[in-house]
């Protein structure tokens, strides 16, 4: 539920492309924002290569408890978040910062030309490094020229 309202949050909140005051208040630096990227990128390249161990690496330790198997998490991938799982292209837009949550926002355009917004949650983990707590997916509502 906290979940589902930081994200409707941070939808409602305006985007930061770079990292700059607001980001650094939250703790989050240049460093950071690179390693966000890369953690979401090397699992998005994870599912192109179906290597579900990988993928399941790259999730936090709540999201692991919740699907139980690498096995379990890509096939619910697969099925469910296909522009995820398969995007044609890549494009990483604003991270907002919703008290300590961070949010990482993607542009995904999937095999048949379709957009896709990704909003992937993040959690620092103790060591300091970065993993995905959760994605959601959300095709944008096409707009119909006058």
Not at 120 to 136: A, F, L, V
């Amino acid at each position: 539920m906290l979940r589902a309202l930081l994200l409707c949050l941070a939808l409602a909140a305006p985007a930061i492309a770079q990292p700059g005051p607001a980001l650094a208040q939250a703790g989050v630096t240049p460093e950071d924002l690179a390693e966000i990227r890369a953690v979401i990128h090397r699992q998005i390249e994870a599912f192109r290569r179906d290597d579900a161990r990988e993928a399941f690496a790259l999730v936090s330790p709540g999201v692991q408890e919740t699907f139980g198997t690498p096995e379990r998490f890509l096939d619910t991938v697969r099925v469910s978040y296909r522009a995820v799982y398969r995007p044609a292209t890549v494009a990483f837009l604003g991270l907002t910062v919703v008290g300590h949550d961070v949010v990482q926002q993607v542009q995904l355009t999937d095999r048949s030309g379709a957009v896709w917004l990704a909003y992937y949650g993040m959690q620092r983990q103790p060591d300091g490094s970065w993993r995905t707590n959760g994605c959601h997916l959300v095709q944008p509502a096409r707009t119909i020229p006058t």
